[in-house]
């Protein structure tokens, strides 16, 4: 009796340690309400919903990235930004919001698109990252507003790079067509 006893530590132990390598991804773990704010500010509120990519959908999405996609955007959270136009008006969709991981130079980059109903990028924000700072200010940012997923997204050609940053800033261009894509490819009308 005493020896079952001192198991139970021993397997929640090994449960603690195996839990992280397990876990899916970490944009799923916690309501993301700051960062959804920090995206779309004139939200009133957000509407989360969980997706599943198909396999005609992922191949779709891989021809046209050029390369495979990552096993964590197969079942995407995205979030729809509620807005009302005044007091009395009724809430509307505004906006989808999705957060994506880019693999960078210096490690994992984790950034948020949203994107307009038209299909076009409104905004790309860079939340975690180890790569040069001036990637997340605006002023390099911005480049990404009104992008649609037919633009290139490719430094040197329609996205410029500060000096030495060249391949981090593809990662980031990369990362931000992919939830263009993603999103274009989940609500376009067929």
């Not at 964590?72 to 995205?78: A, F, I, N, R, T």
């Amino acid at each position: 009796m005493n020896r079952r006893k001192a198991s139970i530590p021993w397997a929640f132990l090994i449960f603690l340690l195996l839990f992280p390598v397990c876990s899916t991804s970490a944009h799923d773990l916690v309501w993301p309400g700051d960062k959804l704010k920090t995206l779309y500010p004139e939200a009133e509120t957000f509407e989360q919903k969980n997706l599943y990519i198909s396999d005609q959908q992922r191949a779709a999405l891989e021809k046209k990235l050029g390369g495979s996609l990552p096993e964590e955007d197969l079942k995407p959270s995205v979030y729809f930004a509620i807005i009302r136009s005044g007091p009395d008006a009724r809430p509307r969709k505004a906006a989808v919001l999705l957060f994506v991981d880019a693999p960078g130079e210096n490690g994992k980059i984790e950034m948020g698109v949203v994107v307009s109903g038209r299909g076009e990028l409104i905004r790309v924000h860079v939340f975690e990252n180890k790569e040069p700072e001036m990637l997340s200010r605006p002023d390099f940012l911005k480049q990404f507003e009104g992008k649609k997923a037919s633009d290139k997204f490719q430094v040197g050609s329609d996205i410029q790079a500060p000096a030495g940053t060249v391949r981090s800033a593809q990662a980031i261009a990369y990362g931000a067509r992919r939830g263009l894509l993603i999103i274009e490819e989940l609500f376009r009308k067929r």
